[in-house]
């Protein structure tokens, strides 16, 4: 899995990320493991021309829904908490996360923008992390 740039633009907006803290981590893996086997299985189907892709899309959508808010709500927190957004005109990057009240600091960033950010931040920080889990999983394999 390549890293996805720590800076990326949404929405006519840009957004940097700094780095989760190796615990914020661990515990955002934890709290994902459910849907990311689901999401990696039907990944590994679908390459193999074993499932549609309308399929394929339903199941990822399942494996969400089981997810307790609780989850959900813990991982977009973590992740947006690590976001600024640059202000326009070039005057430098405020926080796009609102701790205090636990929402988006900016009414334009709706539902499918903040899946979309903290996505990013889940594939720029853990993708290393499951791609050095599948090969500490096979090094040593049987063929």
């Known amino acids: 899995m390549v890293p996805v ?29 459910p849907i990311l086997t689901t999401l990696r299985s039907v990944a590994e189907e679908g390459a193999a021309g074993g499932v549609a892709p309308e ?6 959508v399942e494996a969400l829904g089981e997810v307790s808010d609780n989850s959900v709500e813990y991982v977009i927190a973590r ?3 690590r976001v600024q957004r640059k202000i326009e005109g070039d005057r430098g990057w405020v926080p796009a996360w609102n701790k205090a ?9 709706g539902g499918f ?28 394999s049987p063929a």
Do not use: W
Not at 19 to 26: C, E, Y
Not at 101 to 109: E, M, N, R, W
């Open 113 to 140: 923008h903040l899946l979309t950010i903290a996505s990013r931040v889940v594939m720029n920080e853990l993708g290393p992390f499951f791609d050095g889990l599948a090969s500490s999983l096979t090094v040593g």
């Open 79 to 81: 992740c947006m908490e």
């Open 5 to 33: 740039p720590m800076e990326f633009e949404l929405g006519g907006h840009t957004y940097k990320v700094a780095k989760l803290d190796a615990m914020t981590q661990l515990h955002v893996v934890r709290r994902l493991a």
């Open 101 to 109: 009240a636990g929402k988006p600091q900016f009414d334009d960033i």
């Open 55 to 60: 399929a394929a899309l339903q199941r990822a």
